[in-house]
């Protein structure tokens, strides 16, 4: 991990204040978001793609992803 992307003290205290529900929570809301913007990116980059050609690359890119 790059040192500018460790969560701050205070983000720490924060996550530590969850719960493991609300945390899960957290983490879906990011995912969905997270496809929302490749969705946006691969649509500007593609304004000739079809809905389901923007679905299934969006859908290859999360499915291949690495960390």
């Known amino acids: 991990m ?3 992307e460790a969560p ?3 983000q720490q ?3 530590r204040s969850m719960t493991p529900g609300q945390r899960w929570e957290a983490a879906v809301q990011l995912y969905w978001s997270a496809r929302r913007l490749k969705t946006a990116f691969v649509r500007s980059i593609h ?3 079809s809905d389901e050609r923007v679905d299934a690359c969006v859908r ?3 499915l291949h992803a690495r960390s």
């Open 8 to 10: 701050s003290p205070e």
């Open 47 to 49: 304004p000739d793609w």
């Open 2 to 4: 790059v040192d500018d």
């Open 13 to 15: 205290a924060i996550f």
């Open 60 to 62: 290859a890119a999360f």
